[in-house]
Protein backbone atom coordinates (compact mmCIF):
# COMPACT_ATOMS: atom_id res chain seq x y z
CA UNK A 1 0.00 0.00 0.00
CA UNK A 2 1.36 3.57 -1.01
CA UNK A 3 1.96 6.46 1.99
CA UNK A 4 -1.45 6.95 3.18
CA UNK A 5 -3.22 10.48 4.11
CA UNK A 6 -6.08 11.64 5.78
CA UNK A 7 -7.60 12.63 2.43
CA UNK A 8 -6.30 9.69 0.53
CA UNK A 9 -7.82 7.43 3.47
CA UNK A 10 -11.41 9.36 3.42
CA UNK A 11 -11.70 8.37 -0.30
CA UNK A 12 -11.12 5.01 0.02
CA UNK A 13 -14.03 4.97 3.25
CA UNK A 14 -16.19 7.16 0.35
CA UNK A 15 -15.71 3.87 -2.17
CA UNK A 16 -15.79 1.14 0.38
CA UNK A 17 -12.74 0.07 1.59
CA UNK A 18 -11.11 0.16 4.66
CA UNK A 19 -6.96 -0.71 6.09
CA UNK A 20 -5.91 -3.45 8.42
CA UNK A 21 -2.84 -4.37 9.15
CA UNK A 22 -2.40 -8.30 9.53
CA UNK A 23 -1.32 -8.34 13.01
CA UNK A 24 0.13 -5.38 15.45
CA UNK A 25 3.78 -6.13 14.43
CA UNK A 26 3.40 -5.86 10.49
CA UNK A 27 4.58 -2.34 9.50
CA UNK A 28 2.65 -2.85 5.95
CA UNK A 29 -1.71 -1.72 5.49
CA UNK A 30 -3.76 -3.71 3.26
CA UNK A 31 -7.58 -2.87 1.83
CA UNK A 32 -10.42 -4.57 2.67
CA UNK A 33 -14.00 -4.16 1.32
CA UNK A 34 -15.74 -7.09 2.31
CA UNK A 35 -18.37 -9.66 0.77
CA UNK A 36 -20.89 -8.83 3.33
CA UNK A 37 -20.69 -6.08 5.87
CA UNK A 38 -21.52 -5.36 8.98
CA UNK A 39 -24.13 -2.78 9.95
CA UNK A 40 -26.05 -1.46 12.75
CA UNK A 41 -29.17 -0.29 11.63
CA UNK A 42 -29.80 3.17 13.88
CA UNK A 43 -33.61 2.97 13.68
CA UNK A 44 -33.68 -0.29 15.12
CA UNK A 45 -30.47 -0.43 17.49
CA UNK A 46 -31.39 -2.35 20.34
CA UNK A 47 -30.10 -1.89 24.21
CA UNK A 48 -30.20 -5.27 25.84
CA UNK A 49 -32.39 -5.41 28.91
CA UNK A 50 -29.56 -6.46 31.18
CA UNK A 51 -27.45 -3.66 30.02
CA UNK A 52 -30.09 -1.28 30.08
CA UNK A 53 -30.53 -2.16 33.94
CA UNK A 54 -26.22 -2.28 34.33
CA UNK A 55 -26.18 1.34 32.69
CA UNK A 56 -28.17 2.88 36.28
CA UNK A 57 -25.78 0.69 38.28
CA UNK A 58 -22.54 1.53 37.18
CA UNK A 59 -20.79 4.76 38.27
CA UNK A 60 -19.17 5.35 35.07
CA UNK A 61 -18.73 8.94 33.34
CA UNK A 62 -19.23 9.33 29.51
CA UNK A 63 -16.43 11.98 27.68
CA UNK A 64 -16.30 12.21 23.49
CA UNK A 65 -13.27 13.31 21.56
CA UNK A 66 -10.92 14.27 24.64
CA UNK A 67 -8.48 11.36 24.78
CA UNK A 68 -8.56 9.97 21.07
CA UNK A 69 -5.02 8.72 20.82
CA UNK A 70 -5.45 6.58 24.21
CA UNK A 71 -8.51 5.33 23.04
CA UNK A 72 -7.26 4.05 19.89
CA UNK A 73 -4.00 2.78 21.54
CA UNK A 74 -5.63 1.17 24.21
CA UNK A 75 -8.43 -0.86 21.44
CA UNK A 76 -4.77 -2.47 19.66
CA UNK A 77 -3.19 -3.61 23.30
CA UNK A 78 -3.16 -7.06 23.38
CA UNK A 79 -4.95 -8.84 26.89
CA UNK A 80 -5.33 -12.60 27.96
CA UNK A 81 -8.86 -12.26 25.53
CA UNK A 82 -7.41 -11.04 22.82
CA UNK A 83 -3.97 -12.21 21.61
CA UNK A 84 -3.75 -10.49 18.19
CA UNK A 85 -4.47 -6.78 16.98
CA UNK A 86 -4.90 -5.46 13.51
CA UNK A 87 -3.93 -1.46 15.10
CA UNK A 88 -0.01 -1.25 14.35
CA UNK A 89 1.81 2.23 14.97
CA UNK A 90 0.60 3.21 11.07
CA UNK A 91 -3.01 2.98 12.07
CA UNK A 92 -2.27 4.89 15.32
CA UNK A 93 -0.45 7.76 13.55
CA UNK A 94 -2.75 7.52 10.71
CA UNK A 95 -6.28 8.03 12.72
CA UNK A 96 -5.09 10.64 15.09
CA UNK A 97 -4.20 12.32 12.03
CA UNK A 98 -7.49 11.82 11.01
CA UNK A 99 -8.98 13.03 14.80
CA UNK A 100 -6.87 16.28 14.34
CA UNK A 101 -8.47 17.13 11.29
CA UNK A 102 -12.43 16.50 12.68
CA UNK A 103 -13.46 13.21 10.55
CA UNK A 104 -12.85 10.63 13.52
CA UNK A 105 -13.91 10.62 17.14
CA UNK A 106 -13.42 8.87 20.10
CA UNK A 107 -16.08 7.68 23.47
CA UNK A 108 -14.19 7.36 26.43
CA UNK A 109 -15.60 5.62 29.61
CA UNK A 110 -13.85 6.50 32.94
CA UNK A 111 -14.23 5.03 36.82
CA UNK A 112 -12.35 7.09 39.39
CA UNK A 113 -10.38 9.05 36.82
CA UNK A 114 -9.09 5.51 34.72
CA UNK A 115 -9.80 4.76 31.65
CA UNK A 116 -11.93 1.84 31.37
CA UNK A 117 -13.49 1.94 28.12
CA UNK A 118 -14.17 3.22 24.68
CA UNK A 119 -14.51 3.06 20.72
CA UNK A 120 -13.41 5.32 17.72
CA UNK A 121 -14.32 5.18 14.40
CA UNK A 122 -14.41 7.87 10.93
CA UNK A 123 -17.27 10.52 10.23
CA UNK A 124 -18.13 11.28 6.73
CA UNK A 125 -20.96 12.85 5.86
CA UNK A 126 -24.15 11.02 7.22
CA UNK A 127 -21.96 7.63 7.89
CA UNK A 128 -19.75 6.34 10.80
CA UNK A 129 -17.11 3.86 10.36
CA UNK A 130 -17.22 2.13 13.72
CA UNK A 131 -13.45 0.52 13.96
CA UNK A 132 -12.79 -1.00 17.17
CA UNK A 133 -13.60 -0.77 21.24
CA UNK A 134 -12.24 -2.14 24.14
CA UNK A 135 -13.40 -2.40 28.03
CA UNK A 136 -11.62 -2.91 31.04
CA UNK A 137 -14.74 -2.95 32.90
CA UNK A 138 -18.28 -4.41 33.03
CA UNK A 139 -20.17 -3.04 30.22
CA UNK A 140 -17.78 -0.36 29.47
CA UNK A 141 -17.74 -0.88 26.05
CA UNK A 142 -21.11 -1.83 25.21
CA UNK A 143 -22.23 1.55 27.07
CA UNK A 144 -19.63 3.37 24.68
CA UNK A 145 -21.93 2.61 21.75
CA UNK A 146 -24.77 2.97 23.34
CA UNK A 147 -23.55 6.62 23.56
CA UNK A 148 -22.46 6.69 20.44
CA UNK A 149 -25.49 5.47 18.57
CA UNK A 150 -27.71 8.39 20.70
CA UNK A 151 -25.11 11.07 18.71
CA UNK A 152 -25.53 9.84 15.55
CA UNK A 153 -29.49 9.57 16.22
CA UNK A 154 -29.57 13.34 16.98
CA UNK A 155 -27.30 14.35 14.43
CA UNK A 156 -29.17 12.59 11.64
CA UNK A 157 -26.18 9.93 10.66
CA UNK A 158 -27.63 7.09 8.21
CA UNK A 159 -25.32 4.56 8.18
CA UNK A 160 -23.48 2.88 11.43
CA UNK A 161 -20.90 0.43 9.65
CA UNK A 162 -19.43 -2.27 12.09
CA UNK A 163 -17.25 -3.75 8.83
CA UNK A 164 -18.17 -6.98 10.16
CA UNK A 165 -20.67 -9.25 12.28
CA UNK A 166 -19.49 -10.07 15.40
CA UNK A 167 -21.37 -12.12 18.38
CA UNK A 168 -20.53 -8.81 20.53
CA UNK A 169 -22.50 -6.61 18.33
CA UNK A 170 -25.39 -9.31 17.22
CA UNK A 171 -27.23 -8.33 20.84
CA UNK A 172 -27.48 -4.54 19.41
CA UNK A 173 -29.34 -5.64 16.43
CA UNK A 174 -26.08 -5.74 13.65
CA UNK A 175 -27.06 -7.09 9.92
CA UNK A 176 -24.96 -8.45 7.48
CA UNK A 177 -25.23 -6.72 4.15
CA UNK A 178 -24.30 -7.87 0.63
CA UNK A 179 -21.80 -5.37 -0.71
CA UNK A 180 -24.02 -3.91 -3.29
CA UNK A 181 -26.77 -2.83 -0.55
CA UNK A 182 -24.37 -1.45 1.12
CA UNK A 183 -22.83 0.72 -1.36
CA UNK A 184 -26.23 2.01 -2.25
CA UNK A 185 -26.91 2.91 1.52
CA UNK A 186 -22.93 4.40 2.09
CA UNK A 187 -23.60 6.71 -1.23
CA UNK A 188 -26.59 8.30 -0.19
CA UNK A 189 -24.74 8.45 3.70
CA UNK A 190 -22.07 10.68 2.15
CA UNK A 191 -24.89 13.12 0.47
CA UNK A 192 -26.63 14.17 3.58
CA UNK A 193 -27.29 17.26 3.85
CA UNK A 194 -27.15 18.88 6.13
CA UNK A 195 -23.96 17.52 6.65
CA UNK A 196 -24.20 15.13 9.86
CA UNK A 197 -20.34 14.57 10.09
CA UNK A 198 -20.43 18.73 11.16
CA UNK A 199 -22.81 18.33 14.15
CA UNK A 200 -21.46 15.46 15.97
CA UNK A 201 -19.08 17.83 18.09
CA UNK A 202 -22.22 20.15 18.45
CA UNK A 203 -24.56 17.40 19.48
CA UNK A 204 -22.50 15.16 21.62
CA UNK A 205 -22.13 18.92 23.83
CA UNK A 206 -25.61 19.19 23.75
CA UNK A 207 -26.08 16.23 25.09
CA UNK A 208 -23.74 16.35 27.88
CA UNK A 209 -21.92 13.88 26.43
CA UNK A 210 -18.19 15.95 25.80
CA UNK A 211 -18.01 17.32 29.51
CA UNK A 212 -18.21 14.85 32.57
CA UNK A 213 -21.74 13.38 32.54
CA UNK A 214 -22.62 10.55 34.56
CA UNK A 215 -24.53 7.86 33.44
CA UNK A 216 -27.53 7.76 36.09
Not at 80 to 97: G, H, M, P, S
Not at 137 to 150: F, Q, T, W, Y
Request: glycine share 6%; proline share 5%.
Amino acid sequence: MDELNPETLLNAYANGYFPMALNKDDPELYWFSPEERGVLPLDTFNIPRGLARAMKKHDYTITVDTTFEEVIRSCGTLTEERDETWINEKIVQLYTALFAAGHAHSIEVWQGGELIGGLYGVSLGGAFFGESMFSKAPDASKIALVRLVEILRAADYQLLDTQYVNDHLKQFGVEAWPKERYMIKLENALKASPNPSTRFSTVSVRSGAASSSSLS
